[in-house]
Every structure is written in structure tokens, then in C-alpha cells.
């Protein structure tokens, strides 16, 4: 098999934090693969989610912007970053009664936990507005739910109304314009019940500009809001924070490059996530706080209306947090490649379910020593199911040996909805465990619904 450039796609190593690399060259990686006997398994690094929590806490306070940034849960479901939202100024954002179940059982009290989603039940109306935390209300029918149960629970529901993006009006979410300002009035009628804090959005993609502007709109609605009487002094800005996964320069190569020749069977995705961009994380919270509203900085708009700028990052929070383990089954040629077999099923990748593929590259790990000095080969890599569609990826990447049983196979920086959004029981294999690292120890994440305390 040769590996010639137009069979070989432009390599597209994944950027990461010191710990993965030291952690896959260490002992403990196979202390704990022997420990879990064989099956794949997810690593995750709470002090690096820390790490970037306080960078975006520490973006807000450097504009002096107060704020809360709340960790949008549905990222990953692990509970070890829960502990890490207990701090002041950051705290959660669920979506469902376990989610909320989960965030009070790890400590998080209401007030630092935001409530958003599509309509919520009545259950987990209950138990928000037992434990008074912020609820963003997405539409009038629910408004009148959340004001009848605060007012059967004797309970002021605090709320925030979430807005339609004016440049996403096809969106499913949010009051446009007219029942918005009709929700307004609304909360004046509903009296003691209800309590409007402010307002909200969250918007696709990942650009600065389009959220600054929609905030200062925001600031303009909590300022009429409240020559009404209301005391709005919030607005959520939502997620959507970005990430960047590979270096620019490789991710220019690749996208010059890409062609269908690069994947298994020509599947060469339609769209994939912007796998390198910028501003991310921590400068783009700047970017926004700074972006040039109608003469004045978004941040001097805030302060001057005494809003407080709300924040809901799931994946940047975990940029870096965590990488997925599947040990090598088999290998087999197809064509000028080979398909290699791991212990796993593809739903732990869960990019593939969007009809699209993680794309930065996947590396070997061999027991007792580098694979390096083995002849380089090309592969896909499918999952261990009886599915012909169960393929981690399409794309048949560079190894530098061939990969052989008794080998790890590690997708880095997965903990942003790569690992569990799409993880199932099918043919009936457990979910992969979460390994939790750190100070040279490790131990199994529980995910639901309470942690012992450690
Ligand atoms: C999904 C979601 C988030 C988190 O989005 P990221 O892109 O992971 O930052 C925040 N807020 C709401 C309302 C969401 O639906």
C-alpha cells in the first residue's frame, strides 16, 4: 500500500490542552483500559473546564461587565463539571427535570441555574419555581402555566422572555415582536406571580457581531420593560461561544484540498463544523462585550442601564476537557485503504449523526511504546455494530502503523457533544464509562443524578 499526497488527506491534528498528550504517554491510560476491561471509555479533565469557565468569568469582569455564565448542560453530561459551576458567577443551564435534578444534587442552588427549552413540562415548571430559578419563557400559552403553578405554589416565578432572533424568524424559538410586547404587558396583569427579569436569545452559529447587536436590542427592551414597572435588569445572550479544534493553517490546507478521493466509499460531508475559527472562547465574550453599538461598546451599554449580560456556553466550556478511547478489534483493506474495527459503536461520535464527521485526527496509542516505527498507513474507522452505516470516520486518516488488537484508538477533545448527545444501549453494550483525571488519580464519573461527596 502506498501512501501517495492524492490518496492522502491533509493531516488535521487536533490542538490541545498539555494534559491529553501526557495522560495518553502515561501508565495510567492503560491502568485504566485494563480496569475497564476492554470496552471504550471517555477521559475527562474537570480542571481544564475550570480553567476555561474562569477565562469567560474573567472576560465579563475585564470589560467590568457583571454577568453570570452559566454551563449549557446538554454538552456533556458528566457530573464532575457541576462541582466546578458552584463558584461565583458561573452556574448552570438545564432543559429537562433530570438536568435540574442533577444540578441541585451537585450543589448548584437555584438561583445560579437558568431554565431554558422549548415548552417545559409542568414538572419542571414545579420544581424551577420551588427552587426559584430563572425561567426562560418561550411562548404566551407557557407564560400562563408558569403563572398558574407559581400562584398554586404561593411562588414568584422569575422570568425571562425569550426573544425571536430578528435574523432567524424561522426559528421555533422565541415571542416575535407583537407577542412579545403583548407578554410584556401580560406579566403586569399576572401580579404577584410573575416577575419579569429581562430577556433572552440564543442564536446559531458563531459569529460576534449578530449577538452584540441583538444584546443592545435586548438592552433597549429591558429599558421599556421597565418604564412599565417591571424590574428587568437581565439579558441571556445564550451559547454559541466558539471553538477551535485544529490549527488555522491545517484547516485552510484541508478545506483547499478536500475532494471526495479522501473518504471511505467518496461520503465526503456536506457540511461540517467550522473546525477552525476565530475569535473562540474567552475573545470572543470580548469581542462581543466590545463590538460598537450605536457609538458606545456593548459593555458601556450595559453598565450605563444597569443590565447584567447572562451567558449559556456548553461547548466551549468543555473545549479541551475530554477525548474518547476505543481499543483496535481489527483492520482489513478496501480499496486502496484499510477499514479498521474498534470496540465501540459510532454514536459516541456523535457528529456522524448529523450526516456530517469529526474531523480532526484520530491517534494511536500502543502499549509499551511508540507505533512510529512501523511503515504509515490510511484508514477508516467504523464502529463494532452489524450497522453498514456505523462508521466514526468516512475520511481515511493517516497512522503511522498499522493499528492491531491491544491498541487504543483516541479521538481528542470530544467532550462538546461528541461523547454522549447520541450514545445508546444498542446491541445491548453498556455505555462507555466516563474516566475523571486529575492530581495523578482517577475514578468513574456517575452521571445521575447525585455524586458521593469527595
Ligand atoms: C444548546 C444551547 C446552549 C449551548 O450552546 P453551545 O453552542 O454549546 O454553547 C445554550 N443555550 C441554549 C438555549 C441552548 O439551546
Known amino acids: 500500500m502506498v501512501l ?8 488535521l491534528p487536533a490542538t490541545e490542552r498539555p494534559w491529553a498528550p501526557e495522560l495518553r504517554d502515561s501508565g495510567m491510560l492503560w491502568e485504566i483500559a485494563r480496569a475497564l476491561g476492554g470496552g471504550p471509555f471517555h477521559v475527562i479533565h474537570p480542571e ?3 480553567e476555561n469557565l474562569d477565562d469567560l468569568i474573567g472576560a465579563l469582569a475585564a470589560e467590568r461587565t457583571p454577568g453570570r455564565v452559566y454551563y449549557g448542560k446538554k454538552a456533556n453530561k458528566a ?15 438545564v432543559a429537562s427535570v433530570p438536568e435540574l435534578a ?8 437555584g438561583e445560579a441555574i437558568g431554565v431554558t427549552g422549548a415548552a417545559k413540562s409542568d414538572g419542571l415548571l414545579w420544581l424551577s419555581l420551588r427552587h426559584r430559578c430563572l425561567i426562560a419563557v418561550d411562548a404566551a400559552d407557557e407564560l400562563e402555566r408558569v403563572a398558574r403553578l407559581a400562584a ?22 422565541g415571542f416575535a415582536p407583537d407577542d412579545l410586547a403583548a407578554a410584556v404587558r401580560r406579566c403586569a396583569d399576572l401580579g404577584g406571580s410573575v416577575v419579569l427579569r429581562g430577556f433572552s436569545f440564543h442564536l446559531d452559529g458563531y459569529d460576534p457581531v449578530p449577538r452584540a447587536r441583538l444584546a443592545a436590542h435586548l438592552v433597549d427592551l429591558c429599558r421599556d420593560a421597565r418604564a412599565l414597572g417591571h424590574p428587568a435588569t437581565k439579558i441571556s445572550i445564550g451559547g454559541g461561544v466558539a471553538v477551535a479544534y485544529v490549527a488555522e493553517e491545517d484547516w485552510r490546507r484541508f478545506e483547499e484540498g478536500r475532494h471526495d478521493g479522501w473518504f471511505h466509499s467518496g461520503r465526503n460531508p456536506a457540511r461540517t463544523y467550522p473546525y477552525h475559527q476565530a475569535p473562540t472562547g474567552a475573545a470572543m465574550v470580548t469581542a462581543i462585550l466590545r463590538h460598537d453599538t450605536g457609538g458606545v461598546p456593548l459593555a458601556d451599554r450595559l453598565r450605563d442601564a444597569g443590565v447584567e449580560l447572562l451567558l449559556e456556553p456548553g461547548r466551549a466550556l468543555v473545549d479541551g476537557a475530554g477525548f474518547s478511547v476505543f481499543p483496535v478489534l481489527g483492520r482489513k483493506p478496501s480499496g486502496d485503504h484499510l477499514i479498521t474495527t474498534v470496540a465501540g459503536l459510532s454514536m459516541s461520535l456523535s457528529e456522524q449523526w448529523k450526516g456530517s464527521e469529526f474531523l480532526p485526527d484520530p491517534v494511536l496509542v500502543r502499549a509499551g511504546g511508540s507505533p512510529e516505527a512501523g511503515e504509515p ?18 475520511r481515511t486518516v493517516r497512522l503511522p502503523a498499522e493499528p492491531r488488537p491491544g491498541d487504543l484508538l483516541v479521538y481528542p477533545n470530544t467532550a462538546g457533544y461528541q461523547m454522549d448527545k447520541n450514545e445508546s444501549g444498542f446491541h445491548q453494550l453498556p455505555l462507555p464509562p466516563k474516566v475523571v483525571v486529575g492530581d495523578g488519580s482517577w475514578h468513574v464519573d456517575t452521571d445521575y443524578p447525585v455524586q458521593e461527596f469527595r
Open 152 to 173: 398554586e405554589l404561593g411562588e414568584t416565578a422569575e422570568v425571562l422572555l425569550r426573544v425571536l432572533p430578528p435574523m432567524a424568524t424561522t426559528s421555533r424559538f
Open 79 to 93: 457530573s464532575a463539571w457541576l462541582r466546578e459551576c458552584i463558584r461565583p458567577g458561573a452556574g448552570v443551564d
Open 48 to 50: 481544564t473546564f475550570a
Open 4 to 11: 501517495t499526497d492524492a490518496t492522502l488527506s491533509t493531516p
Open 102 to 109: 442533577h444540578a441541585l444534587g451537585n450543589g448548584l442552588r
Open 377 to 394: 498507513v490510511r484508514t477508516a474507522v467504523v464502529g463494532s455494530s452489524c450497522m453498514e452505516y456505523d462508521v466514526f470516520t468516512w
